[in-house]
């Protein structure tokens, strides 16, 4: 049997924007700023921070999933669960949509849903792990989450290849 990693494929592009975003709010402030004949070495410096501090923000995780296992890096820590020991999986709305899993050992990981609608294949290894964790009994919450996701993604994928073949 093949053991291979797989990885968010849109990760760099995600990246890319941040970075865009960034650096366009910091061209913006320096334009302003240079315009009105404000710029001085201490506005720069702020300004040079508040783009940091949005680029920071936006910075994209990067997950990435094995045989049993998915991790979600951040610029600080990276987070890993065991999937084929799931206990729940929720769906956390908010301000973003947010896919939480937990595993048996206390672990957590939190997701942009997005991101597997976007990586077929990221989710179709987390969904057979977690038919693993509920065959074995321990994912007792979240089945209902998870079917959820499993639509939108075949949605997704039906709508794909309607484009692709010119039927939408």
Do not use: K
Not at 71 to 78: G, I, Q, S, W, Y
């Amino acid at each position: 049997m093949e053991h291979r990693v797989l990885y968010d494929h849109r990760w760099a592009e995600d990246l890319y924007s941040s970075v865009r975003c960034s650096g366009m709010l910091l061209g913006m402030l320096f334009l302003i700023d240079w315009g009105t004949g404000r710029l001085t070495w201490s506005r720069g410096t702020l300004w040079v921070t508040l783009a940091l501090v949005l680029f920071l923000v936006l910075f994209p995780a990067r997950v990435s999933a094995g045989e049993g296992w998915l991790a979600c890096r951040r610029p600080l820590r990276t987070r890993r669960v065991r999937t084929d020991v799931l206990v729940s999986v929720r769906c956390l709305d908010g301000v973003s949509r947010r896919l939480l899993l937990r595993d048996a050992f206390g672990d957590r990981v939190e997701i942009d849903p997005q991101v597997l609608v976007n990586n077929p294949d990221l989710w179709f290894r987390l969904a057979e792990d977690a038919r693993r964790s509920a065959a074995a009994g321990t994912l007792t919450c979240g089945t209902t989450a998870l079917r959820r996701i499993g639509e939108r993604i075949d949605r997704e994928t039906a709508l794909s290849v309607f484009r692709a073949s010119g039927l939408e």
